[in-house]
């Protein structure tokens, strides 16, 4: 059996790397002696083989981790939960996933589900055998997609899947025992697991995981200057945060700065860039397809325009639409190693069709490099026109001084679905009224953004993504903006 072959657990248990979480440092062999204690208190709760668990990161921190490691070693599988989540989204988890256990720092009992807490969950039996245990085409995770786009959905991955995943990121990036990876968001981010915490005890590194809130950005780059890391992890807008920070170059040992997104437009790429003294790779990664590629280019302009090639064991293939005719972009097929196996419905498995991820990304291939495009998802119809929302997008990024922004589609009630353009005010250095103008210059009247909403702070997710579903909309409306319309009336 290779590496690729075994368990999460196995990885662990056989790592001589650490982490650092809440301030302590615990080795991988102090987590899998907790881990077991905490295995014999699962097991004696009743979760057993083929059982979910979920796991709320509401400051939890090393205890997560541990009662993650537990879940397995008792042939269970998990769900992690952000600590952000209201209880509609924790329900909605334990629903899908149909757990029979959720575990938090403060259970609430809510609707008499089945909850305790951490802390109960430190059994002292630490040399008891706990029962069950974990094989490699076991499931490992449910992982709950961040719900930028559609509401959050939950899909398995087996042990194999996520193991090869981690063995293939960690060969792309050459980790080492001397390297220390460190990410300023939680571990309920599910890159945080499998893009630092597995890889980093595979290549026995150390680990430094933070929770980083925009108001915690100090404490951040105060961790980054502790850990002085080889390798950061993080989103764009976490990136934009830590560049604010004046200062000392906390990042005089840094080899890789990975962010899970499409590329960034020129002048904040490059900016970022001057900043961390490497450039941002990104990675392609999905809920239903764990990390599918990670630019490790050498050449400048690629590693700006590209998410990089494909790891091992993945394919991405680019389906063409039939009645558009020529052209290199379509629609991204995910195939391989990476792909989970299907979402969660009521508890059950609802596996993708022929084993494959039908993405709604676009994007093409050249020389094997993966250049994501749009969203095939993001498409409206004005007054009998597609309006692509990231075109849109695209164009009004070289408008100067407009800062961190979002195209979002919103609903006229006399006109149906029109394109808005939410601003954040603290990164909006031009009027309302010039970026309109821009727009004109660049875009078809049709695609015109109706109007322009400045907002104290744009709708986002735990990971810093701006939300473009519905309820990022309608979280956007409640935020009191101060609305720029396009100056034309309603028959449009």
């Known amino acids: 059996m290779t590496a690729d072959d075994g368990t999460l657990l196995d990885l662990v248990r056989a790592s001589d790397g650490s982490i650092v979480m809440d301030g302590a440092r615990l080795t991988a062999a102090d987590l899998a002696l907790q881990a077991r204690a905490t295995a014999v208190a699962l097991a004696a709760r009743g979760v057993g083989p083929g059982d979910a668990v979920v796991l709320v990161d509401d400051g939890s921190g090393a205890e997560l981790l541990r009662c993650l490691l537990a ?31 959720l575990v938090r720092r403060s259970p609430r009992a809510s609707d008499g589900a089945n909850e305790v807490a951490f802390r109960d969950l430190s059994a002292q039996h630490a040399s008891a055998v706990p029962p069950g245990g974990c094989a490699p085409d076991d499931i490992a995770l449910d992982v709950a997609s961040s719900g930028t786009t559609s509401a959050p959905k939950c899909v398995s991955y087996t042990h194999r899947a996520l193991r090869a995943n981690v063995e293939a990121i960690g060969r792309r990036l050459h980790l080492t025992p001397d390297d220390v990876l460190y990410s300023p ?45 080889t390798l950061l992890y993080a989103v764009p807008y976490v990136y934009d945060l830590l560049s604010r920070k004046r200062g000392a170059s906390v990042y005089d040992r840094l080899r890789w700065a ?28 999905l809920a239903e397809a764990a990390t599918v590629t990670l630019n490790t280019c050498t050449d400048p302009d690629e590693i700006r325009e590209t998410v990089g090639t494909p790891l091992d064991g993945v394919e991405v293939a680019v389906e063409q639409d039939a009645e558009s005719g020529a052209g290199p972009e379509g629609r991204l097929i995910i195939r391989g190693t990476s792909c989970g196996l299907g979402y969660r419905q009521d508890g059950r498995l609802v596996p993708f069709s022929g084993g494959e991820v039908r993405t709604s990304d676009l994007g093409l291939l050249r020389n094997g490099l993966l250049t994501v495009t749009g969203r095939s998802d993001r498409v409206i119809q004005v007054a009998g026109r597609n309006v692509d929302l990231s075109l849109i997008r695209r164009a009004v990024a070289a408008c100067p001084g407009l800062g961190d922004f979002e195209v979002v589609a919103d609903q006229h009630p006399r006109l149906g679905a029109v394109p808005v353009l939410l601003a954040e005010a603290r990164t909006l250095t031009v009027p309302a009224a ?3 103008a821009f727009c004109r210059t660049v875009l078809h009247p049709a695609d015109m953004p109706r109007e322009i909403r400045v907002l104290d702070e744009l709708p986002r ?24 319309h396009d100056g034309r009336g309603d028959g449009r």
């Open 71 to 101: 879940a397995w070693s008792v042939g269970a599988r998990a769900a992690l939960v952000s600590g952000t989540a209201d209880e509609a989204e924790v329900a909605a988890v334990v629903r899908q996933t149909g757990a029979s256990l």
């Open 185 to 229: 968001l939680p571990l309920s981010v599910a890159g945080v697991l499998c893009m630092v915490v597995l890889p980093g005890l595979r290549a026995g590194a150390t680990i430094h995981v933070g929770r980083l809130a925009s108001a915690r950005v100090a404490a951040a780059h105060g961790h980054i200057q502790l850990a002085r890391p």
């Open 258 to 285: 990975v962010c899970s997104s499409s590329p960034l437009p020129a002048p904040t790429f490059d900016r970022l860039w001057k900043h961390l003294g490497v450039p941002l790779r990104n990675a392609y990664c």
């Open 434 to 436: 010039r970026v309109m």
């Open 461 to 484: 997710t735990i990971t810093g993504k701006v939300r473009t579903a519905a309820g990022g909309v309608n979280a956007a409306a409640g935020t009191t903006p101060k609305p720029h």
